[in-house]
């Protein structure tokens, strides 16, 4: 084993074979280089955020269709069968005002508890929801527009199945009860 001397540092470093065939190192010289950067503290949160999204590969899957399905209006009215991203906040703005508070379906007579998250005392037991409103707003349209299987819906908003079977369930019985006084349809011929 040849050890190497760096004069300028008094570095040593043990080599256990040389690929140049030689073992002369009299010739280098170091010097300390110091890089400098344009980034600024922001800048470095918000690299760490986007590290802590790739290590969530649901929460960035969800956030890429989410954002997909919402670019532009010709993106929105092919996802969700609304002609406009206005109107997509405008119906989802309705919706949000008239009931803050949802009860999921989980089986006949789920919903019947009455006062359900009214307390702020007693919020929702459980762990945190992944979706916001809007996603499972979104998740209904897309479902409902698109004709998706279950499994293809909680693989783009990574839930389970299960999730969204409950939460297309509530969203169509909600959307009924505040869109039925709205709708006027054609009586029989």
Known sequence: MNIISYPSTDTYVEVEHCYTG????????????????????????????????????????????????T????????????PSKQSLGGLFGILDKA???????SGQGSAAKPN???DSLH??????????????????LVRLRLALSTFVIADLFG???????????????FMYIIFTPLLKWLQGM
């Open 22 to 69: 030689t073992h002369r190192v009299d010739d280098v010289q170091t010097r300390e280089i110091g890089i400098q950067t344009s980034m600024t503290s922001a800048d470095i949160d918000r690299l760490e955020k986007k590290g802590k999204r790739l290590d969530n590969p649901d929460q960035l899957m969800r956030e890429l269709f989410v954002t997909k399905v």
């Open 71 to 82: 670019k532009n209006d010709k993106s929105v009215q092919k996802y969700t069968g609304l």
């Open 99 to 105: 009931s803050p508070v949802l009860k999921y379906w």
């Open 116 to 118: 359900y998250q009214s």
């Open 123 to 140: 919020p929702k037991s459980g762990p945190k929801r992944k979706l916001t409103r809007f996603h499972e707003f979104l998740l209904t």
């Open 159 to 173: 839930v389970s199945s299960s999730r969204v079977s409950q939460v297309f369930a509530t969203w169509i019985n």
